[in-house]
């Protein structure tokens, strides 16, 4: 246990026991073991994109396994996944490496201006599979937003009475959004702050462009001259407002890019003050080959590299 992992752990006062020690088994595992980073493995795309769209481009991706040990491999911190996947490896894989059971998905055979998610797995199941956390998704700005405030508020309540920790996926989505307004930069931190304010121990948010949707916040931005014009700068007003820093905020990887500019944005998280990455797709729709080298030189920057 490091100063590092101790002094985070601390932040979680309201905490029982046991889920600090779900937390500080993510925070002391695989390469980043100890150093207040985090490297997440996530595979809920198969459910949330579909299949093909998911693995085709690397057929060895749809079996579970595959994930399992590429986790593993790369030294990652934890693998979140929803209940079949999970149950499809927890066993052969028990004890390897930190698990995080997606407690609620969304698929999109249809396209729904305002999406809700369904809650697909219960703590029960994350005890059962021996996992230490669980994930859940919630979207700002959709209009059943509220019923998943309350569906969160009720697995935070449940999970942390259980000894488990929560992650908590909170990405902008609805009708009154635009498309650039998901990402932009006072609706994601707005989005975190939301998810903080629910309970969330680990928040995973996308990155967000210096853009600014709304009008009431985008007058206090300029106002107060907040500076947002370069990535570092954006992550560092998203850690703020997550309690000036005092939740571990991760940030996606998002759809397939080139080693570089992964890199250039993994730089940018680092010198923002972020706590790590959560990378899915530009991993496991790489060759196994290409996923572990791009992973290690993510892990590498965040050991200061």
């Not at 397939?256 to 680092?270: C, H, T, V």
Request: charged share 20%.
């Amino acid at each position: 246990m490091t100063p590092r992992v101790k002094e985070i752990l601390s932040w979680y006062g309201a905490n029982n026991p046991g889920t600090l020690t779900s937390m500080a088994r993510m925070l002391n595992h695989g390469k980043l073991g100890g150093t207040g980073k985090m490297v997440i493995l996530p595979v809920d795309q198969g459910f949330e994109h579909g299949p093909a769209r998911s693995f085709a481009m690397n057929p060895p991706a749809y079996d579970p396994h595959y994930h399992f040990e590429l986790a593993i491999e790369a030294g990652c911190s934890a693998y979140a996944a929803p209940l079949g996947f999970l149950e499809a490896g927890a066993r052969d894989f028990a004890g390897d490496i930190p698990l995080i059971l997606k407690v609620n998905n969304h698929e999109l055979l249809f396209d729904e201006k305002d999406p809700l998610q369904a809650r697909t797995s219960t703590v029960e199941d994350a005890l059962r599979l021996g996992c230490v956390a669980v994930g859940f998704t919630i979207y700002p700005g959709s209009e059943h937003r509220l019923e998943m405030y309350e569906q969160l508020q009720e697995y935070v309540q449940h999970a942390k009475e259980a000894g488990l920790a929560v992650v908590v996926w909170s990405y902008p989505r609805g009708s009154q959004l635009s498309k650039s307004g998901e990402t932009a930069m006072d609706v994601c931190a707005y989005a975190a702050h939301i998810a903080a304010q629910i309970g969330a121990d680990i928040i995973k948010v996308k990155l967000p462009s210096s853009a600014l949707e709304l009008d009431a916040a985008r007058k206090v931005y300029e106002a107060n001259h907040v500076p947002l014009a370069t990535l570092p700068e954006r992550v560092r007003h998203a850690v703020q407002c997550t309690f000036n820093g005092r939740r571990i905020l991760i940030f996606s990887g998002g759809p397939a890019e080139s080693d570089e500019k992964i890199l250039e944005e993994i730089k940018g998280i680092r010198d923002g003050g972020g706590f790590g990455s959560i990378i899915g797709r530009n991993s496991f729709q790489r060759s196994r080959e290409d996923a572990l080298r791009l992973l290690s030189n993510i892990i590498s920057i965040y050991q200061g590299n």
